[in-house]
């Protein structure tokens, strides 16, 4: 029977205990090895230039340049790791924009430890990961597809009125409250009280999800 082959991972993130953290998780791992460590977003991006890791592990929020900045330096040069964005729950309306510049999976940093290794595994296969397997298959549409101008009208979903249509399509265009309020001249807290309806109607809780859901459902068009 053929040996697995060792999956070369990286990891950037700013803080000195959980890159040590995520050493002595994938220790034990006989087919998981870790390169190199970054502690900012131009670190990461010569880290995969120097090292060529089959998985990144990158934090969303580091100095010098974010994740989404990394991700899109990246795509920009052309570098080929596979990228798994690590994040708290509070920037979840994030992980959109991430995997449209590229990540292949999502790992929120409050997750159960002993998904990260079969996260990495995942991705190193060529799948899409993100501890949820509805949110999982939305964003695998989401890689899978060419990129197109979100928000584009797709079906109508019956339980939604034609208002709550459009601000699903501007939070998918990923516009913060303020900015939704704005385009559709109408108050922040009117926009609040619709997003409190759409959620309680397609049963989800909270930005990523309506987007996900949406795409899933084709409310709307990537």
């Not at 969303?60 to 798994?84: F, Y």
Request: glycine share 6%; aromatic share 4%; net charge positive.
């Amino acid at each position: 029977m053929a040996a697995k082959p060792t999956i070369k991972v990286g990891v950037a993130d700013d803080h000195p205990l959980f890159r040590l953290g995520v050493r002595k998780l994938l220790e034990p791992e006989s087919d998981l090895t870790m390169v190199a460590e970054a502690s900012n977003g131009m670190e990461a991006i010569l880290l995969v230039e120097k090292f060529s890791p089959d998985v990144l592990l990158l934090d969303l929020k580091m100095p010098v340049m974010d994740g989404i900045e990394v991700l899109s330096e990246l795509a920009k040069r052309k570098l080929r790791s596979q990228v798994i964005l690590m994040m708290s729950n509070a920037d979840r309306d994030k992980a959109v924009r991430g995997v449209r510049l590229g990540a292949r999976g999502i790992v929120f940093k409050d997750a159960d430890p002993a998904l990260l290794p079969k996260s990495i595994r995942k991705v190193y296969d060529g799948e899409v990961w993100i501890d949820n397997p509805i949110l999982s298959q939305a964003l695998e549409t989401l890689v899978s597809k060419p990129a197109a101008p979100p928000g584009v009208s797709g079906q109508r979903d019956a339980r939604l009125s034609s208002r709550e249509m459009e601000v699903v399509r501007c939070v998918a265009m990923g516009l913060r409250n303020k900015e939704v309020a704005d385009k559709l001249g109408v108050s922040e807290a009117t926009i609040k009280n619709h997003l409190t309806s759409i959620y309680s109607k397609l049963g989800v809780s909270d930005r990523l999800e309506l987007i996900l859901y949406a795409i899933h459902n084709r409310i709307i068009r990537v």
